[in-house]
């Protein structure tokens, strides 16, 4: 449906000898028909960008846009047919609901009859019936979202694009209107990109994630592929939360290595596809998410699977309860009962849920590069 | 890896808006310049400096320049002195009656330059109320001072300039964060030192704004000089003299050094803008004054002193309305006329030719602001959009008219339009009904430009792109979208620049001709015939029709703004 080979978009910098800003670096991604994907990263990262591209509002240095097969790059926004709700919804404060709506009906020659029809239509899907003629500033912001999604959707685009819809709206009315909005999408059956930097929203509203740091793909996938397989320590620290230890390869097996991790504890710990050739001895950073990790009364068996540590402090965060646990390996963050343990107490830690193995970054001073190692 | 050029139809009617609009104002606002320039080299036989040197060995032209200058500086001191603490008066006052007296004290925006003029005639001059006043008080023979040379000039320009600095002073108060000064306050400053230290270096680039403003206006300044200068010279009046003598050489060059000193202060006013416009950025907050309310005592002190300000400020208008029923010849000796009538309107509206200048105001001051209004829309369109080309000439050209009074361009005007060379972009104007909308057209484009170019700033370019996105094309999305959205600022820059054009007067004496008279010109005529109530009742439909057009306009802006 939406196919973006290469993309890349470089801003002039202001000053002729300071180098271009590389907003989009050689992204390339296809949204399914009838599918909802969130592009998703910290500010900057190029997911507004991207999305600007795709409706025509920014020319990209390089790379090809497709919409339905068809090649958009160098059309200009309004002969791309796509719909788009923007962060502040961009109502045309000197028309009323009904003619907000109407707009892009009658730009592509709708009859006015015919565009009241359909304008009434749309309405009555957004639960705006009856509001055709109410000033726009008349409505509360989650009303006027739903305007600018009607006015979106009146001219039956292939493809929605979604610009932060729910940022505008307070806590409460945002979590109501994402489970709203996307029963709402996939009921008309909508292909649909989004752009947010809210993760909690990406995982609610998205078929699929396209994660973005730097202007790059990190990875893209479901919401449970990006959570329990993350292919990079930047996708795993941006979802959720995650504790990261230094270790280093003891034996290499298909799927899982064998680490020390923090000199000390031997873990089985799964290869991601960052983790590229590896060889024993290798420098790797192990990543384990709070409840992966599980923490028992201090064991001194010396078998070497466990990790010393002593709880710092207790964090009770409604479901679950947070340990901030000091250990050789550093800080770390472990999920647990409520009052399984008081702060002071001397624990062992072992993972009980799935760990992962990315390169260290300090990974160029591998081993066998530094003479009188071996 | 260069971006691609964009195509389509977007940038293609960009292009060819902007380059409509550069060749627009490339003719009116800078090719006539051109003219002056070759006018100030053009001797009998061929290219000659001989103008530039009569011009610099002339001891009163040197004296001319020198005049301007110190006015100028003098007039800016005086506006200052009146319009800053007047600002701080009714902005952070605490008195029964604040927000009306506000209102009236920038009433004199409305007071057209040639109509306060001559009611400091009625009022100061030798025979003026005040003047007699005094007079008769102290039981003295003669007048106690005549209005006339450097300090009438100076009084005229401090009175009807200060709203400069009221209006920028009162705007830059109101966006002052009042917790500067508490935080002030609290580190132990006294509220002389809040004053000093914090408040008024905070509202310097709003007050240095003003002055340059006053600046630039008082070098231009031509009515008050032409009427009360008497042997007092200045370049504005020495420009008016050295054309109607016939001397274009001369009269040229003066025209370049006033335009070149203008120039000058337009520019650090562009710089001072610039920063305004960054120390504008803080939030206003609603709270404006800080501190306990003063005490009633205090408060009723400072109403009364307000009210006396505000009636010294208005007494011109008052003048001028009571002169308006004065019958010529029936008022001689007397403190105050002894006949009242109607004799003066009677006339003006009895006789059709006595109307005749009131319907060429309103019909050429209507022609100048419609092609303001299209030109503003245009010009402001581009320079809104940080891709379009031409940007920086349009720019430039858009402001340039205010560098440049009344009188250069009059003359500027006069030598371009005084040829027929249809090839050369020069048509035979002067003396035709088109000349003057065409002055009052290029000297408002300031003006209307920079009110449009507000809106297109407040504009959420979004808007555009929303319609972009639902399929409107580069024109539907101007005219359905652009176009009713920064309607209302532009609507009130065309009223400002509709009523400037309803009164105007400097560059109206260089170009008028009997046909096309304004109400200026016959204003001074019948000044001239010395019948004083017929001036003054031409003066008082004057400011009549401009409130009038402000009143509806500022209803206009107010319907068109519940929208935004």
Not at chain 1, 69 to 74: A, C, F, K, L
Not at chain 1, 204 to 226: N, P, V
Request: proline share 6%; net charge positive; aromatic share 8%.
């Amino acid at each position: 449906m939406v196919e973006l080979e290469g993309l890349r978009k470089e801003y002039v910098a202001a000053s002729p000898s300071a180098p271009p800003t590389l907003a989009v670096d050689d992204l390339t991604l296809t949204v399914e028909r009838g599918e909802l994907l969130t592009l998703l990263g910290p500010s900057g990262c190029g997911k507004t960008t991207t999305l600007r591209m795709i409706a025509g509002f920014e020319q990209p240095t390089a790379g090809t846009i497709r919409v339905d097969g068809r090649d958009v790059t160098r059309l200009p926004p309004q002969k791309r047919g796509i719909g788009m709700v923007f962060q502040n919804y961009a109502l045309f404060p000197h028309l009323d609901v009904q003619d907000n709506v109407a707009f892009g009906l009658r730009t592509r020659g709708v009859s006015k009859a015919e565009a009241a029809e359909r304008v009434e239509a749309v309405l009555r899907r957004v639960e705006l019936a009856g509001y055709g003629k109410r000033r726009v500033q008349e409505l509360s912001g989650g009303q006027q979202q739903r305007v600018a999604l009607a006015r979106a959707l009146a001219p039956e685009p292939p493809l929605l694009l979604l610009d932060e819809p729910l940022s505008n709206l307070d806590a409460a009315l945002r979590e109501k209107t994402r489970t709203e909005l996307r029963s709402l999408l996939k009921r008309l059956g909508m292909t649909a990109v989004f752009v947010t930097h809210d993760q909690e929203e990406a995982f609610a509203l998205a078929d699929r994630i396209a994660l973005l740091d730097a202007g790059r793909l990190q990875q893209i996938g479901t919401a449970e592929e990006l959570y329990h397989r993350p292919a990079n320590a930047f996708v795993a620290s941006f979802l959720g939360r995650a504790n990261f230890l230094p270790a280093h390869i003891r034996t290499i097996g298909v799927d899982s290595i064998a680490c020390e991790v923090a000199n000390r504890a031997h873990w089985e710990v799964q290869r991601t596809p960052a983790l590229g050739e590896v060889a024993v001895r290798d420098r790797v950073l192990v990543m384990a998410r709070p409840e992966s990790l599980g923490m028992y009364p201090l064991e001194e068996d010396g078998s070497g699977a466990s990790l010393d540590g002593i709880v710092a402090e207790r964090r009770f965060a409604g479901a679950v309860t947070y340990y901030v646990v000091q250990s050789f390996g550093g800080e770390l963050l472990i999920a647990g009962d409520p009052h399984e343990f008081e702060p002071g107490a001397r624990v062992s830690i072992r993972p009980h849920g799935p760990v992962f193995a990315f390169p260290d970054r300090r990974e160029c001073v591998r081993p066998e590069q530094q003479p009188g190692q071996r | 890896m260069r971006g691609w050029p964009r195509r389509g139809s977007a940038s293609r009617g960009l292009t060819w808006l902007a380059a409509g609009v550069a060749i627009l104002l490339v003719w009116t606002v800078l090719y006539p310049n051109l003219f002056v320039v070759l006018d100030s080299f053009r001797g009998e036989a061929g290219a000659t400096l001989e103008h530039y040197r009569r011009f610099f060995d002339s001891r009163s032209e040197m004296e001319a320049v020198w005049n301007s200058v110190w006015l100028s500086l003098a007039s800016v001191v005086c506006a200052g002195l009146i319009g800053v603490p007047l600002a701080f008066l009714f902005a952070r006052g605490d008195f029964p009656g604040r927000r009306v007296l506000s209102g009236l004290v920038s009433l004199p925006v409305l007071l057209p330059p040639l109509v306060g003029v001559i009611a400091f005639l009625f009022l100061y001059g030798e025979t003026g109320f005040f003047t007699r006043s005094v007079q008769l008080l102290l039981g003295m023979e003669e007048a106690p001072w005549r209005l006339n040379g450097a300090g009438a000039v100076l009084l005229v320009h401090a009175y009807t300039m200060y709203v400069y600095f009221y209006l920028f002073t009162t705007a830059a108060l109101s966006r002052l964060d009042v917790s500067h000064m508490e935080a002030a306050a609290a580190l132990g400053a006294s509220r002389l030192t809040v004053l000093r230290r914090v408040t008024l270096p905070l509202l310097m680039p709003a007050i240095g704004g003003a002055a340059l403003l006053v600046f630039m206006t008082s070098m231009g300044s031509f009515s008050a000089p032409y009427v009360f200068g008497g042997g007092f010279r200045v370049l504005s009046t020495q420009i008016f003299a050295s054309k109607l003598n016939g001397d274009i050489g001369i009269a040229a060059v003066e025209t370049i050094v006033l335009a070149l000193v203008s120039i000058l202060f337009l520019a650090m006013l562009q710089r001072y803008e610039a920063q305004r416009e960054y120390t504008g950025s803080g939030k206003g907050l609603g709270r404006v004054r800080y501190g306990e309310r003063p005490s009633k005592r205090r408060r009723v002190a400072l109403s009364v002193l307000a009210w006396l300000i505000v009636i010294i400020l208005l007494l011109p208008h008052a003048t001028v309305l009571l002169v308006s029923f004065v019958p010529a010849g029936t008022w001689t000796t007397e403190l105050f006329p002894p006949v009242y009538s109607l004799d003066s309107y009677r006339k003006i509206f009895s006789q059709p030719q006595q109307l005749t200048p009131i319907l060429n105001s309103l019909r050429m001051a209507t022609i100048a602001t419609a092609m303001n209004v299209v030109l503003a829309f245009a010009s402001a369109y581009i320079l809104a959009r940080k891709r379009a080309p031409g940007r920086g000439l349009i720019n430039v050209l858009v402001i340039l008219p205010w560098a440049l009074p009344g009188t250069v361009l009059a003359m500027a005007l006069a030598s371009t339009f005084s040829v027929n060379q249809p090839w050369f972009g020069r048509f035979v104007l002067i003396g035709t009904g088109a000349i003057l909308p065409l002055a009052y057209f290029i000297r408002n484009i300031p003006l209307v430009t920079r009110a449009a170019l507000t809106s297109f700033r407040q504009l959420d370019p979004a808007l555009e792109e929303a319609a972009a996105s639902l399929g409107a094309r580069w024109l539907t999305t101007a005219r359905r979208v652009t176009l009713p959205l920064v309607l209302p600022g532009i609507a009130a820059g065309a009223l400002l620049a509709f009523v400037t054009a309803l009164g105007e007067f400097v560059a109206s004496i260089l170009l008028y001709t009997h046909r096309t008279r304004p109400i200026s010109i016959e204003i001074l005529a019948q000044l001239r015939a010395f019948d004083f109530g017929a001036a003054a009742a031409y003066a008082v439909l004057l400011i009549i029709l401009m409130a009038i057009a402000f009143v509806f306009g500022q209803r206009a802006v107010g319907e068109g703004r519940g929208g935004i």
